[in-house]
């Protein structure tokens, strides 16, 4: 039941009550060996560590709940925590060390899925490889994803039309607008606080100071709201 707890105080920012939970059931599957257990609960605590602001701890518990994934050969767990932290790393603008993780992670899916993986690694492979320059290989990721995944779900919609954007930048700030507004409609923090970064970077590279103003601006009060 610990297991569970923890995510829904998350979400109901009920933080250091989830932070106490969290500690309890890490330090119970510890002291009965319950290693999946463990992996599950660290991977859970990821979403704690990004509401508190607190990087490095995020992939602390990422980064060993890959590790208990391998040593107990469970796909699934080492997929989890992998995607997990490999979105965490892009949106912290660090895609290089997020490249090999995604690429991992979609790995793991095909394996667990008969090659007929869910589409949410290659848009976030195509977000990484857009944020790299990787233009050819992005745009093959997001072909695959829309391909493969007819109707795409709010948020991943969302995600998908970012790396869309960041592929073919508009000449104005209009569809950035549109899509600020569509990830604020699918009530992702997360995903909004992407968009916004990449909505100002371009609105900066097309040296509109305006929108860089707006977005800058949107992008403090999203960042104080989490």
């Known amino acids: ?46 979403a704690l560590w990004s509401k508190r602001a607190d990087p490095a ?17 469970n796909l699934q767990l080492e997929r989890a925590a992998a995607f997990d932290l490999a979105e965490h790393l892009h949106r912290a603008g660090a895609s290089e060390q997020a490249l090999p993780l995604v690429q991992r992670s979609a790995e793991l899916a095909r394996r667990m899925n008969n090659d007929r993986p869910p589409p949410d690694d290659a848009v976030l492979l195509a977000r990484v490889l857009a944020a790299l320059g990787e233009a050819s290989a992005a745009a093959a ?20 039309r970012l790396a869309a954007l960041m592929l073919s930048p508009p000449a104005s700030d209009a569809p950035w607008a549109e899509l600020v507004a569509d990830a604020t409609t699918a009530d992702k923090l997360d995903e909004r606080h992407e968009v916004l970064v990449m909505a100002l970077a371009a609105a900066r590279q097309r040296q509109d100071a305006i929108s860089a103003e707006r977005w800058h601006a949107e992008l403090e009060v999203a960042c104080q709201a989490t």
Do not use: K, S
């Not at 250091?16 to 599950?40: I, K, N, P, W």
């Not at 795409?152 to 969302?158: D, N």
């Open 57 to 73: 701890r995020h992939a602390e518990d990422a980064r060993r709940a890959i590790a208990l994934g391998r040593e107990l050969g």
């Open 1 to 46: 039941a610990l297991v569970l707890l923890g995510p829904a105080l998350v979400y109901l920012g009920r933080l250091d009550h989830a932070e106490r939970v969290f500690a309890t059931c890490a330090a119970t599957c510890e002291q009965a060996g319950d290693l999946l257990h463990l992996g599950v609960t660290l991977v859970n605590r990821t």
């Open 141 to 160: 990721q997001l072909a695959w994803a829309h391909q493969h995944a007819a109707p795409m779900a709010p948020a991943l919609a969302v995600m998908a």
